[in-house]
């Protein structure tokens, strides 16, 4: 290497080692979630009528292998007939959109919860969790 290209060369290397230092932090900046974290609010925002095991149903349906499952096809729930009839596939994106507005996303749904209370931070920590429910 020529004197000429060493000081390139250390801004480069300087340079990918602090991108790879900071990628966790820029990921979760980027709205990418923590499972341990999503666990938490699964705890608090979800557990009470949604299991996270697979075949057990409380006042909602369980919600293992929720990701990219068809809607109103959990064996053993009563689904409503909007639910039932639905064509959503849950998406981490129609998740999202259906904890904001459940009514909306499912007119005649019924599901009555209201995410409000949850910030854009629980929602991506919340699907991190979901993601792993397989």
């Known amino acids: 290497m020529t004197s000429d290209t060493r000081p390139c060369f250390r801004v480069v290397l300087l340079s990918a080692l602090l991108l790879s230092a900071l990628s966790p932090r820029i990921a979760s ?40 499952r068809h809607s109103g096809t959990q064996q053993g729930y009563q689904y409503s ?27 005649g749904g019924k599901m009555k919860y209201d995410s409000s209370d949850l910030s854009a931070q629980d929602i991506a920590d919340l699907l991190a969790f979901l993601k792993t429910l397989h």
Not at 41 to 67: I, M, T, W
Not at 83 to 88: G, K, L, R
């Open 81 to 107: 007939d909007a639910m039932a009839h639905s064509t959503i596939v849950w998406t981490p994106e129609k998740i999202q959109a259906y904890l904001a507005a459940p009514k909306t996303v499912v007119p």
């Open 29 to 68: 900046a980027a709205g990418e979630g923590d499972v341990s974290d999503g666990s938490d609010v699964y705890d608090s925002e979800c557990a009470d009528c949604h299991s996270a095991r697979q075949g057990k149903n409380k006042k909602g349906p369980s919600l293992f292998a929720v990701v990219g």
